[in-house]
């Protein structure tokens, strides 16, 4: 079956610590996004992707990183310049142009401790 | 895009129709309406989208006013698994740059 895996589904570290969060499609969609979505809050974007070898920075790009080395993959790394990285992370793909809806993966949840 | 504005809370109950309510309107011509929802702890899941007509499909059907200022999602048969955040979206279609922007939706419970 088609989808979006997001891998680990729940993962711990410590401060200071840079963690790197895995988004696979086999959609063969060509755009891919990174969301974050804080306790009772809406989604906002990290960053996106249109295309390989190119990606653009969100709402709230700081402290994180990303590539987009394959088409059917698109890591996000929160590194130690993240002030506040606990939060639940949702990777999503779509086609790039007309108006096809978002499919979103099942979400990382990351706690730093 | 254009802002919605969206009831934090409804409630409803098992077997009625839900009729979410969802106010956009400084909307573009060239905008469409896209309703996402989201269980809890889960990645959000699309349900619908339309520009001026009504639409219809197997999960809900979206009614646009006329003046496409605001739009309703309706659930015919609401069941307690469609207890979920519900995601009020507009955007331009055909873009290059494909960005939806999520606010905090409604939440939706369904009672028995």
């Known amino acids: 079956d088609g989808g979006i895996t997001q891998s680990p589904k729940y993962l711990f570290r410590k401060e200071g610590q840079n963690v790197t969060l895995s988004c696979e499609q086999n959609?063969?969609?060509?755009?891919m996004y990174w969301y974050r979505q804080d306790p009772g809050q809406g989604l906002r974007l990290i960053y996106y992707?249109?295309?390989?070898?190119?990606?653009q920075k969100g709402d709230i790009a700081e402290g994180y990183s990303v590539s987009r080395e394959k088409k059917e993959s698109f890591p996000l790394t929160v590194t130690s310049a993240q002030k506040n990285p606990t939060a639940f992370y949702l990777c999503?793909?779509?086609?790039?142009?007309?108006?096809?809806?978002?499919?979103f993966g099942e979400g990382s949840r990351l706690t730093v401790l | 895009d254009a802002k919605t504005t969206q009831p934090p809370s409804m409630d409803c109950a098992e077997g009625r129709a839900a009729n979410l309510p969802c106010n956009h309107s400084t909307i573009s011509g060239n905008e469409y309406v896209y309703w996402y929802r989201q269980i809890h702890s889960q990645g959000p899941q699309y349900i619908i989208h339309?520009?001026?007509n009504n639409e219809t499909n197997e999960m809900a059907s979206l009614i646009i006013t006329e003046d496409r200022k605001s739009s309703t999602l309706i659930l015919p048969h609401a069941t307690l698994r469609d207890t979920a955040v519900y995601y009020c979206?507009?955007?331009?279609?055909?873009?290059?740059?494909?960005?939806?922007?999520f606010g905090k939706g409604t939440l939706l419970t369904v009672n028995p």
């Open positions: 339309g520009l001026k």
């Open positions: 992707s249109q295309i390989v070898n190119d990606f």
């Open positions: 979206i507009v955007r331009v279609g055909g873009g290059s740059n494909y960005k939806l922007t």
């Open positions: 959609l063969n969609h060509d755009a």
């Open positions: 999503a793909s779509s086609t790039a142009r007309g108006v096809g809806e978002l499919f």
